[in-house]
Nanobody, 123 residues
């Protein structure tokens, strides 16, 4: 059974940090691009960041560049999203997802999804 389980969300003050984890099982993690997405109330799900399966290439959405860092540990089958200098507008449910083919942050192109973890940033 394929599973992606996010953890690490919570309530933090503006300027604070959180580290999200995404633990994978049931598929060949090394072969998959991992993406982080978020969805705020009343808004569409948006791509935040993704990391390639092989060469470590990364992508960041403009609003998180310089503040968020994506990484992965293939031996642990886990991906991470380090979030620093958090802002109230970062408040959302954060999801990790995996795609086998291609590259990019279009959520429609991802094959597997986690259940999400809530991140709330207070002002």
């Amino acid at each position: 059974e394929v599973q992606l389980v996010e953890s690490g969300g919570g309530l933090v003050q503006a300027g604070g940090s959180l580290r999200l984890s995404c633990a994978a099982s049931g598929f060949t993690f090394d072969d998959y691009v991992i993406g982080w997405f978020r969805q705020a109330p009343g808004k569409e799900r948006e791509g935040v960041s993704c990391i390639s399966s092989s060469d470590g290439s990364t992508y960041y959405e403009d609003s998180v560049k310089g503040r968020f860092t994506i990484s992965r540990d293939n031996a642990k089958m886990t991906a991470y999203l380090q979030m620093n200098s958090l802002k109230p507008e970062d408040t959302a449910v954060y999801y990790c997802a995996a795609r086998l083919w291609g590259w990019g942050s279009d959520p429609n192109e991802y094959d597997y999804w986690g259940q999400g973890t809530q991140v709330t940033v207070s002002s």
